[in-house]
């Protein structure tokens, strides 16, 4: 890989609001799921956070987080072993970072990147996962569908 394109990587899966993450946000929203983005003081500072629902989302990029048997998900050709450790430790940070928010009683989902790129199919996945994630606390403000 030729450095501008692992610097494009980089900081496509370092930063927030990637463009996969706005994907998310835009079929949540057309759900009419309401939000709170990037809770920094929750383990890991889930992507998307839904308080009533006690629902964490991660959206992972495929490369960085090692989507399991994704054509995006390669391994470098060059400095194997560099890549090798930091897909390590990045995985070992997802997995700490989930049990962590699961231990305080959330639920948590990964969004991929690759699935956000069939639209229908993400927005009929989100669906179900709200409807299998009830509102458990009423003193938060609830989710609501929009009628179309
Ligand atoms: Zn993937």
Redesign the pocket.
């Known amino acids: 890989m030729t450095d501008p394109a692992r610097s494009a990587l980089m900081s496509r899966v370092k930063g927030k609001n990637t463009r996969p993450e706005l994907i998310v946000r835009q079929e949540l929203h057309a759900l009419g799921g309401r939000f709170r983005l990037h809770r920094k003081d929750l383990p890991g500072c889930p992507d998307i956070v839904m308080p009533a629902r006690k629902l964490a989302l991660f959206v992972h990029g ?1 490369f960085w987080h090692r ?1 399991q048997n ?1 054509r ?2 390669s391994i470098p050709k060059t400095r194997r072993e560099f890549w090798n450790q930091k897909f390590g430790n990045n995985v070992a940070r997802d997995q700490r970072n989930v049990s962590e928010l699961e231990r305080l009683g959330w639920r948590v989902e990964v969004i ?4 956000t790129r069939k639209r229908k199919e993400l927005s009929a996945s989100l669906r179900i996962l709200l409807a299998s994630s009830p509102r458990r606390d009423p003193s938060l403000p609830p989710f609501t569908v929009v009628k179309r």
């Open positions: 495929c989507h994704c995006m998900a991929w990147e690759c699935r």
